[in-house]
Protein backbone atom coordinates (compact mmCIF):
# COMPACT_ATOMS: atom_id res chain seq x y z
CA UNK A 1 0.00 0.00 0.00
CA UNK A 2 2.71 2.41 0.96
CA UNK A 3 4.59 1.92 -2.09
CA UNK A 4 1.71 2.09 -4.42
CA UNK A 5 1.20 5.85 -2.37
CA UNK A 6 4.37 7.07 -2.99
CA UNK A 7 4.90 5.93 -6.45
CA UNK A 8 1.30 7.89 -7.29
CA UNK A 9 3.10 10.62 -5.50
CA UNK A 10 5.48 10.28 -8.60
CA UNK A 11 8.77 9.04 -6.25
CA UNK A 12 11.06 6.45 -7.68
CA UNK A 13 10.28 3.46 -4.69
CA UNK A 14 11.25 0.04 -5.02
CA UNK A 15 9.81 -2.79 -2.53
CA UNK A 16 11.73 -5.85 -3.28
CA UNK A 17 9.63 -9.01 -2.93
CA UNK A 18 10.74 -13.18 -2.50
CA UNK A 19 7.93 -15.91 -2.72
CA UNK A 20 7.26 -17.89 0.90
CA UNK A 21 5.35 -20.99 1.68
CA UNK A 22 3.41 -20.26 4.43
CA UNK A 23 1.50 -23.40 6.11
CA UNK A 24 -1.96 -22.76 7.51
CA UNK A 25 -4.27 -25.11 8.94
CA UNK A 26 -5.63 -26.94 5.83
CA UNK A 27 -3.02 -26.34 3.18
CA UNK A 28 0.21 -24.42 1.96
CA UNK A 29 0.48 -21.28 0.42
CA UNK A 30 2.37 -19.29 -1.80
CA UNK A 31 2.65 -15.98 -0.98
CA UNK A 32 4.24 -13.16 -2.09
CA UNK A 33 6.28 -11.11 0.73
CA UNK A 34 8.44 -8.21 1.12
CA UNK A 35 12.06 -9.29 1.07
CA UNK A 36 13.14 -6.82 4.00
CA UNK A 37 9.62 -6.61 6.38
CA UNK A 38 8.77 -3.27 7.26
CA UNK A 39 11.01 -1.66 4.77
CA UNK A 40 11.07 -0.34 1.31
CA UNK A 41 13.58 2.05 -0.55
CA UNK A 42 12.54 5.41 -1.96
CA UNK A 43 14.30 7.98 -3.77
CA UNK A 44 14.02 11.52 -3.07
CA UNK A 45 15.77 14.65 -2.26
CA UNK A 46 16.17 14.89 1.80
CA UNK A 47 15.33 18.40 1.68
CA UNK A 48 11.79 17.30 1.07
CA UNK A 49 10.62 14.72 2.84
CA UNK A 50 7.79 15.84 4.40
CA UNK A 51 5.58 14.22 1.50
CA UNK A 52 7.47 10.66 2.52
CA UNK A 53 6.64 11.00 6.00
CA UNK A 54 2.85 12.33 5.89
CA UNK A 55 2.27 9.13 3.75
CA UNK A 56 -0.04 6.91 5.37
CA UNK A 57 1.82 3.98 6.61
CA UNK A 58 5.02 5.40 6.76
CA UNK A 59 6.80 5.48 10.26
CA UNK A 60 10.36 7.04 9.77
CA UNK A 61 12.86 7.07 7.07
CA UNK A 62 16.50 5.22 8.43
CA UNK A 63 18.87 8.00 9.23
CA UNK A 64 21.48 9.80 12.09
CA UNK A 65 18.74 11.86 13.57
CA UNK A 66 16.27 14.09 11.52
CA UNK A 67 19.02 13.20 8.58
CA UNK A 68 17.71 10.87 6.08
CA UNK A 69 21.09 8.97 4.88
CA UNK A 70 21.46 6.71 1.39
CA UNK A 71 21.94 3.91 0.80
CA UNK A 72 25.07 2.39 -1.11
CA UNK A 73 23.36 2.51 -4.76
CA UNK A 74 25.16 -0.65 -5.51
CA UNK A 75 23.76 -2.85 -2.68
CA UNK A 76 20.24 -1.61 -4.03
CA UNK A 77 20.93 -2.16 -7.73
CA UNK A 78 22.57 -5.72 -6.44
CA UNK A 79 19.30 -6.51 -4.94
CA UNK A 80 17.45 -5.52 -8.01
CA UNK A 81 19.34 -7.90 -9.89
CA UNK A 82 19.14 -10.63 -7.65
CA UNK A 83 14.84 -10.17 -7.28
CA UNK A 84 14.62 -9.95 -11.31
CA UNK A 85 16.90 -13.17 -12.07
CA UNK A 86 14.47 -15.66 -11.07
CA UNK A 87 16.59 -17.32 -8.83
CA UNK A 88 15.03 -18.42 -5.07
CA UNK A 89 15.64 -15.59 -3.03
CA UNK A 90 14.75 -15.40 0.78
CA UNK A 91 15.71 -13.09 3.74
CA UNK A 92 19.01 -13.78 5.80
CA UNK A 93 18.35 -12.94 9.53
CA UNK A 94 21.82 -11.05 9.79
CA UNK A 95 24.62 -9.66 7.15
CA UNK A 96 27.31 -12.23 7.18
CA UNK A 97 30.98 -11.28 6.88
CA UNK A 98 32.90 -13.68 4.48
CA UNK A 99 34.43 -13.97 1.16
CA UNK A 100 33.27 -11.34 -0.98
CA UNK A 101 32.84 -12.76 -4.63
CA UNK A 102 31.85 -11.19 -7.86
CA UNK A 103 29.19 -13.06 -9.90
CA UNK A 104 30.89 -13.21 -13.50
CA UNK A 105 28.44 -15.57 -15.38
CA UNK A 106 24.58 -16.26 -15.03
CA UNK A 107 20.95 -14.12 -14.42
CA UNK A 108 23.30 -12.04 -11.94
CA UNK A 109 26.46 -11.76 -13.84
CA UNK A 110 27.75 -8.27 -12.53
CA UNK A 111 26.75 -8.07 -9.16
CA UNK A 112 28.76 -8.94 -5.75
CA UNK A 113 28.55 -9.85 -2.20
CA UNK A 114 29.13 -12.64 0.23
CA UNK A 115 29.70 -16.25 -0.70
CA UNK A 116 27.83 -18.68 1.81
CA UNK A 117 26.98 -22.31 1.82
CA UNK A 118 23.86 -23.43 3.49
CA UNK A 119 21.51 -26.41 3.34
CA UNK A 120 24.31 -28.03 0.55
CA UNK A 121 23.77 -24.92 -1.85
CA UNK A 122 26.04 -21.97 -2.52
CA UNK A 123 24.21 -18.67 -1.91
CA UNK A 124 25.21 -15.06 -2.35
CA UNK A 125 24.48 -12.82 0.65
CA UNK A 126 23.20 -9.32 -0.48
CA UNK A 127 23.54 -6.63 2.24
CA UNK A 128 22.50 -3.01 3.13
CA UNK A 129 24.56 -2.38 5.51
CA UNK A 130 22.71 1.13 6.37
CA UNK A 131 19.58 -1.02 7.07
CA UNK A 132 22.15 -4.43 8.71
CA UNK A 133 19.60 -6.35 6.69
CA UNK A 134 20.68 -9.34 4.05
CA UNK A 135 19.22 -11.28 1.74
CA UNK A 136 20.12 -14.76 0.25
CA UNK A 137 19.86 -16.18 -3.16
CA UNK A 138 20.88 -19.01 -4.89
CA UNK A 139 23.93 -19.45 -7.04
CA UNK A 140 25.80 -21.90 -9.00
CA UNK A 141 29.64 -21.50 -6.91
CA UNK A 142 31.08 -21.96 -11.10
CA UNK A 143 29.67 -18.57 -11.35
CA UNK A 144 31.49 -16.38 -8.40
CA UNK A 145 35.04 -15.11 -8.45
CA UNK A 146 36.91 -13.18 -5.70
CA UNK A 147 36.54 -9.58 -5.41
CA UNK A 148 38.35 -7.26 -3.28
CA UNK A 149 35.63 -4.37 -4.37
CA UNK A 150 34.80 -1.97 -1.17
CA UNK A 151 31.97 0.74 -1.24
CA UNK A 152 32.75 4.46 0.70
CA UNK A 153 29.91 6.01 1.45
CA UNK A 154 29.55 9.66 -0.53
CA UNK A 155 29.79 12.81 1.69
CA UNK A 156 26.22 14.38 0.50
CA UNK A 157 24.05 12.52 -1.78
CA UNK A 158 20.98 14.11 -2.93
CA UNK A 159 18.16 12.17 -4.53
CA UNK A 160 19.09 8.83 -4.30
CA UNK A 161 17.46 5.54 -2.66
CA UNK A 162 16.56 5.83 1.01
CA UNK A 163 15.18 2.92 3.21
CA UNK A 164 12.21 3.65 4.92
CA UNK A 165 10.29 2.23 7.63
CA UNK A 166 6.32 1.33 7.09
CA UNK A 167 3.55 -0.19 9.53
Not at 18 to 23: A, E, G, K, N, Q
Request: contains cysteine.
Amino acid sequence: MVSDQLRGKGYDEFLPMCWSRRLWSDRVKVLQMPLFAGYLFCRFDPDDRYSILTTPGVCTIIGRGRTPLPVDPTQVENIRVAVGSGRRIEPWPRLEVGNKVRIEVGPLCGIEGTLLRHKGTAHLILGVTLMQRAVAVEVDETWVVPSPNVYVAPKTAHHSARPVLVS
